[in-house]
């Protein structure tokens, strides 16, 4: 049975191109990966008076990345920094202490941005907090993708058969990783 992968985006955007990417992700590697997006939209920020009975979006966001095999975040970059929806997610995810969510998990990364350094910083920002959470946090290949609406067909598929090569590449590496 293909394993479960929890996807987080670290974008609300209608038409984001990260969420863009996660969609194709999801539908390139459906023969041996399972990837489902994880809501994000209704995530307050966090309060750490809340963390001993969060709300109800949070328990599902949880839900979802404790029942994953592994959790694949697929970020932009704002301000050469980690969007803080994302952060929000992760810090939720995190705590009560001794309760993380994210503590042995495998993950990766990834992002694509317009930007010549296609998220490079936002993925270096978020990579050592990962860490530091214990998540088991895959290395190569690195997806630092720049490209805008021109990156993905009419059918929301990665429109270029050298880019859908690469990215089955990075999904057949993960799925290893998953072990
Ligand atoms: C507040 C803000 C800050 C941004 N800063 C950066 C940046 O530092 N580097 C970059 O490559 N793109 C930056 N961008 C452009 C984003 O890469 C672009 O808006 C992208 O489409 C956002 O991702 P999304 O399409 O998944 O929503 C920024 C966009 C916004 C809204």
Redesign the pocket.
């Known amino acids: 049975m293909a394993r479960k992968v929890a996807v987080f985006v670290g974008?609300l955007?209608k038409d984001?191109?990260?969420?863009k990417l996660a969609l194709a992700l999801a539908d390139l590697g459906k023969d041996f990966l399972d990837l489902s997006l994880t809501p994000l939209e209704g995530i307050p920020l966090f309060n750490q008076d809340l963390e001993s009975d969060p709300p109800q979006a949070v328990l599902d966001m949880r839900r979802a990345a404790a029942e994953a095999d592994g959790v694949l975040f697929v970020t932009?970059?704002?301000?050469?920094g980690l969007p803080a929806v994302l952060k929000n997610a992760v810090d939720w995810g995190s705590r009560p202490a001794g309760q993380s969510v994210w503590a042995g998990k495998a993950g990766a990364t990834a992002g694509i941005?317009?930007?010549a350094?296609g998220?490079a910083?936002a993925q270096s920002q978020l990579r050592p907090i990962l860490v530091m959470l214990g998540m088991r946090l895959m290395g190569q290949p690195e997806v630092y993708i720049t490209g805008g609406p021109g990156y993905f067909d009419l059918a929301g598929g990665v429109a270029d058969g050298g880019n859908r090569v690469f990215l089955l590449g990075f999904l057949r590496n993960f799925a290893a990783w998953l072990g």
Do not use: L, Q
Not at 16 to 19: A, D, G, I, K
Not at 76 to 80: A, C, D, L, W
């Open positions: 974008s955007r984001s191109f990260n969420r932009p970059e704002y301000n050469r941005s317009p930007g350094i998220t910083v």
